[in-house]
Structures are given as structure tokens and as C-alpha cells.
């Protein structure tokens, strides 16, 4: 593609710093607009909201890796960004636009980019980020009023996406269900190469540690397994849990657990002490889905403690099916009693629990030095479908 021929690449998300001091969709979004701008072969413009619950709202100069950012003012700091600046905004980007992608679905910003492309006729595609999940659709239709609005107006005008992006193959499978259309699977790349690889020390301790990183929500399903914990451990282990919490749900796990020493609520850490405190377990634990709600497309934090050298605790119902046999993750089972047994084999089994070489080793798959490929696929996709029109 001759810098001449550049397509004009507008690309929307919700948020694009992070909400929280660790992982989340706004690193995901981030991350992948960075990646499609070092490649040089598109003329990418960005549009976001400013909005930013660690900073407050952000500037111009925080997204300093692209040349054409538009920010619309968001008042609210929550996940939907909604602001009726933003529709003006992003419909005239997407008049000037060749192409349209849209950094999630089901979010205000993003919803609206699709509807604008569709307004518009310009081609565009977009990636589902959990929007997908059965059990997402499950829960939409139980609201009626959303479920239509989905039914009736979103999800035809997203079959006419040109083609959609999901970070995984587990998300991609939900998604086949309702489309056609080709599928690239790019996963959440993240600069692993600056997390620190922590070595830990080889011991036959009769204890154990874990750590959890993340909401505390029901779809984290941190709730079941902290009842579990509760009945397997004994002085000496200790489950530590960083993250923040925004409803009944979070208070309720805090003020059942909170007063017990087996447990420790940290609260939000930035990603230094993040990882610093994954490096001090013996593995992190993700029980997505415990609470029959499986929403988790991705797990940004699996790679990030897999980084610093630790193996993870993960249903083997989510995107990550090959831990076991690359020896760097154990699967959660479904029955309580089995989850105490495997909590007990894990407790008695010498430290580490997996080697840290190993565990690094296999993140560094989603470094974003490994992108390439994903990157240069999705930029020739849009290219194709750009000159198709």
C-alpha cells in the first residue's frame, strides 16, 4: 500500500486508558490501536471518550502514539461512556473514513459507530470483546426492552460487518453461531516484555498462597470460591485478592471474608504492586464462571502472571484449554469438593508449582512483539474490503 493510497482507518472505543491500575478492555483497545499505528500502512484516526476513573479524564497528549485523536467529553465514568457529544463527533469522522472499526460492541460509542457506518456506507468491522458470550445474550434477554432493541436494530445492522475480530477461539465459537463472516482472532497483546519475571524459591511448603486479580463480580465468580477457600484452608495459607468493587456484590464478599486472615483485600494496586504480589504466590487463581456466568473472552491477567513466572488457576471452560499440558496452569473442576482436593494436592506439592521459565516462556505468545502477523492480517482485510466498494 503506497503512503498515497493510505485507507483512512477511523478507529472508536469506549475508553483507551486504563479504568482501573491493572489490565482491563481499555488496555486491550489501547494496545491494539498502537500496534495498528506502528505498522504505518493505514492513516488511522481515533475517536474515544476522555473519560478515565484513574485520571479523571484524559487529554490529547495521553494517546500521543496516534496523530488524529478526537476526544468527546464524557461526564460519567463508567464503562458505557455515554455522552450525546460523542454523535456528532463520531459521525463526522466517519463521513471522512474509509473504513470503520469498532472497538467492542453493546457500549455507547460503539454501538453508534456501527450504526453511523451502516448510515454512512462505509465498510466496517468490529470486535465482539465479550459482547457475544452466551451467557451475555442470555442475560440481554432478559431485559426485554434491550433484548429487542439488540434483536430488532444491532444485530442486523453487525451482520453487516465485513468481517470481526475476538481475542480467542472460545470467543470466536460463540460468535460463529450468529455470523458468517470471517473471523480473525487476535489476541489481547500486551507488552509482557516489561513485566518482571519473578524466580521463586524451591520449597516443600505446607502452605499456599494464591492470588486473585480483578472485580469483585459475580462473573468473576470470586464469591464460590472464596466459601471454598474458606473450608480448605488453614494457618499458614492465604488468598489474596486485589481489585476494587462497585455494587452489593463486592461489599458482600468483603464483609463475609474480610475479617478472616486466611484472606487479604488489598483493593486497587497499581500494576508494580500487581505484580510484585503475584510474584510472593505460589499461582494466580481465575474463577470466571463459577457463578454460571461465563463472561470472561480473554483474562488478561492470565498471561500477565504466566509473565511474572507463575502458573494460574482457571476454569477449562474459558479461552485458555492448554495450560495443563504446557505444564504452566491447573483447571478449576465444577464440583466444590474437587476444587478442596485439588487445593489440597496443590498445598502439599513442593514450591514452585510450575517453572517460571516456562510460565514466561509461554507468555511471551502474546507479547506484542508477536503480533505481526494478526496486525498485518487485519490491515489487509480492511484494504481488501476498502477497494471492494
Not at 500500500?1 to 479504568?19: D, E, G, I, Q, W
Not at 472499526?101 to 454501538?111: A, H, K, R, V
Not at 499458614?236 to 475479617?259: A, C, P, T, W
Request: proline fraction near 4%.
Amino acid at each position: 500500500m503506497s503512503p498515497r493510497n493510505k485507507v483512512k482507518l477511523l478507529a472508536v472505543a469506549t475508553h483507551l486508558l486504563p479504568a482501573r491500575g491493572w489490565g482491563g478492555v481499555a488496555v486491550t483497545a489501547r494496545t491494539f490501536f498502537e500496534l495498528l499505528a506502528a505498522r504505518g500502512q493505514a492513516d488511522l484516526s481515533v475517536v474515544t471518550s476522555d473519560a478515565c476513573r484513574e485520571k479523571g479524564h484524559i487529554k490529547h497528549n495521553d494517546l500521543a502514539f496516534v496523530e488524529n485523536v478526537c476526544l468527546y467529553s464524557a461526564s460519567k465514568m463508567d464503562k458505557s461512556a455515554f455522552s450525546w457529544s460523542a454523535m456528532p463527533l463520531i459521525l463526522q469522522q466517519i463521513h471522512r473514513a474509509d473504513f470503520v472499526y469498532s472497538s467492542g460492541i453493546m457500549t455507547w460509542p460503539t454501538t453508534l459507530a456501527v450504526v453511523g457506518a451502516c448510515l454512512y456506507r462505509r465498510p466496517f468491522a468490529f470486535h465482539a470483546h465479550g459482547g457475544l458470550l452466551e451467557d451475555r445474550l442470555r442475560e440481554l434477554k432478559s431485559k426485554p426492552f434491550k433484548w429487542l432493541l439488540f434483536k430488532r436494530i444491532i444485530l442486523p445492522l453487525l451482520k453487516k460487518a465485513r468481517f470481526l475480530n475476538c481475542s480467542s477461539e472460545f470467543e470466536a465459537a460463540n460468535a460463529r453461531k450468529l455470523f458468517s463472516k470471517t473471523i480473525l482472532i487476535t489476541p489481547n497483546y500486551q507488552t509482557i516484555s516489561s513485566i518482571p519475571l519473578i524466580e521463586a524459591s524451591q520449597t516443600p511448603s505446607k502452605a499456599l498462597r494464591l492470588t486473585f486479580v480483578g472485580r469483585l463480580h459475580k462473573d468473576k465468580g470470586i464469591h464460590r470460591f472464596s466459601s471454598i477457600w474458606k473450608s480448605f484452608a488453614r494457618d499458614g495459607d492465604l488468598l489474596q485478592v486485589i481489585g476494587g468493587h462497585d455494587n452489593e456484590y463486592g461489599r458482600k464478599v468483603i464483609d463475609e471474608f474480610g475479617s478472616d486472615t486466611r484472606f487479604s483485600f488489598l483493593g486497587e494496586r497499581n500494576r508494580a504492586e500487581v505484580f510484585q504480589l503475584i510474584g510472593e504466590s505460589d499461582a494466580l487463581v481465575l474463577p470466571s464462571g463459577l457463578e454460571g456466568t461465563l463472561r470472561e473472552n480473554f483474562g488478561n491477567v492470565v498471561p500477565e502472571a504466566l509473565a511474572v513466572g507463575r502458573p494460574v488457576l482457571i476454569s477449562s471452560r474459558l479461552a485458555w484449554r492448554d495450560l495443563e499440558e504446557r505444564g504452566v496452569g491447573f483447571f478449576l473442576p465444577d464440583n466444590d469438593r474437587e476444587i478442596v482436593t485439588l487445593l489440597q494436592t496443590l498445598r502439599e506439592a513442593a514450591k514452585p508449582l510450575a517453572n517460571p521459565t516456562v510460565c514466561r516462556r509461554y507468555a511471551m505468545n502474546f507479547d506484542a512483539e508477536a503480533s505481526g502477523v494478526e496486525i498485518d492480517r487485519f490491515l489487509d482485510l480492511v484494504d481488501q474490503h476498502t477497494r471492494d466498494t
